[in-house]
């Protein structure tokens, strides 16, 4: 095996090594992305000390991270398939800027149009996928909100505590449902499901004030105790707007690119005769 055969099976195999890493680093980015959104907006409750925003900034950090790491797993791609890349696509394009017009062929990109168009998508899906949970976290905020600032002040017997608990990468957010009967019935309703942000110690046959969501008799709350906020509704739609963006600019890149090679291809037979 001569010198130079040694060195490109040496730089393949550092290619390939690096490609299986990136692969297996998106897959674990995206996992935990796709699990912290569906914990932050979903199975996890917003705690009195509001722990929301910083699980939301997590998320679209692991997200992004993701998107990078498929980023990687492309570069790698490309050079295992000898197009050039980083400072050798620098390079080309260096060369194919100096080169007459006359002689110029369009020069291989870092991406293709493919690769721009499937990150773009990629990066609209979370987009869109975000969109919905935003309103979700807004609506429940506006209804706990709803219920400090109109709902209904009447006593209630507990009938039943149901302490939980959900843990994520770096805290436990404390929740509790509370069974009651109340004193006089709000709109033909005699029993309420109070929403605590946190763990409580009541006891069968205690007797505690609520307020009755109007709207909903089947809601309560603590007065001054709001279950839900807006903590988290901000950055998430931030990040669903950063994604969309970023992701419709991929999309009109790439559809951009694939056009101006199929625009080169059909004149370039006339520019040769």
């Given at each position: 095996m001569s010198g130079v055969d040694f060195i490109e099976r040496r730089r393949r195999g550092r290619l390939i090594g690096s490609l299986v890493v990136a692969c297996l680093g998106f897959l674990l980015f995206a996992a935990a992305g796709v699990n912290a959104l569906l914990i932050d907006t979903g199975v996890r409750r917003e705690a009195s000390e509001h722990p929301g925003a910083s699980e939301t900034v997590l998320t679209i950090f692991l997200l992004l991270v993701a998107v990078c790491c498929a980023m990687w797993a492309i570069h790698c791609e490309h050079r295992l398939r000898g197009l050039p890349s980083g400072r050798l696509a620098a390079?080309?394009?260096?060369?194919?800027?100096?080169?007459?017009?006359?002689?110029?062929?369009?020069?291989?990109?870092?991406?293709?149009?493919?690769?721009?168009?499937?990150?773009?998508?990629?990066?609209?899906?979370?987009?869109?996928?975000?969109?919905?949970?935003?309103?979700s976290t807004h609506a429940a905020a506006d209804k706990?909100?709803?219920?400090?600032?109109?709902?209904?002040?009447?006593?209630?017997?507990?009938?039943?505590?149901?302490?939980?608990?959900?843990?994520?990468?770096s805290s436990c957010t404390y929740y509790a449902y509370v069974n009651v009967l109340l004193s006089q019935p709000v709109d033909g309703r005699a029993s309420a499901t109070v929403n605590i942000p946190q763990n409580v110690s009541y006891s069968?046959?205690?007797?505690?004030?609520?307020?009755?969501?109007?709207?909903?008799?089947?809601?309560?709350?603590?007065?001054?105790?709001?279950?839900?906020?807006?903590?988290?509704?901000?950055?998430?739609?931030?990040?669903?707007?950063?994604?969309?963006?970023?992701?419709?600019?991929?999309?009109f890149r790439g559809v951009r690119m694939r056009l101006r090679k199929h625009v080169w291809h059909s004149l370039r037979p006339a520019a040769s005769a």
């Open positions: 390079a080309a394009g260096a060369v194919h800027a100096s080169a007459p017009m006359s002689w110029r062929t369009p020069r291989r990109r870092r991406y293709g149009p493919t690769s721009t168009i499937v990150f773009g998508v990629i990066f609209a899906v979370i987009g869109i996928v975000m969109i919905p949970l935003t309103f706990s909100s709803y219920t400090q600032s109109n709902g209904i002040s009447v006593n209630a017997m507990v009938t039943n505590v149901d302490n939980e608990q959900s843990c994520g990468r069968s046959g205690q007797t505690i004030g609520v307020l009755v969501d109007p709207k909903d008799p089947g809601y309560a709350e603590l007065p001054g105790s709001p279950y839900s906020t807006n903590s988290s509704t901000v950055g998430m739609g931030i990040g669903a707007a950063i994604f969309l963006i970023i992701g419709a600019f991929g999309v």
